[in-house]
């Protein structure tokens, strides 16, 4: 079983950045792929980006492309999403995921139901 927690969630003026961490307990996710998710009050959780532990590649939804990177600390066993240029509309509770599985094509997971393991969130608050 893998626990994942989420920390660094804060309240940030439009403009400015923000780190937020998942960190990973219990069996190793060397093998892993990590996911990174947020839902906004009254809409439905959407994919934000997603990274594989192995080799450390990287695939983002169009609405962060540019200003959101996901990069993972093996030592530490702790992926981040470093968010620049942070928007309104980013406000959300950012959740992140893991699953073990391998998807040869990113498109499949951006779909929440293919992972197997969630944090309960962090709340990110982008004031304008």
């Known amino acids: 079983q893998v626990q994942l927690v989420e920390s660094g969630g804060g309240l940030v003026q439009a403009g400015g950045s923000l780190r937020l961490s998942c960190a990973a307990s219990g069996r190793t996710v060397s093998s892993y792929t990590m996911g990174w998710f947020r839902q906004a009050p009254g809409k439905e959780r959407e994919f934000v980006g997603v990274?594989?532990?192995?080799?450390?590649?990287?695939h983002y939804a169009d609405s962060v492309k540019g200003r959101f990177t996901i990069s993972r600390d093996n030592a530490k066993n702790t992926v981040y999403l470093q968010m620049n240029s942070l928007k309104p509309e980013d406000t959300a509770v950012y959740y992140c995921a893991a699953v073990a599985n391998y998807y040869s094509d990113h498109i499949l997971l951006e779909r929440q139901e293919r992972y197997d393991y969630w944090g309960q969130g962090t709340r990110v608050t982008v004031s304008s």
């Open positions: 990274i594989r532990w192995s080799g450390g590649s990287t």
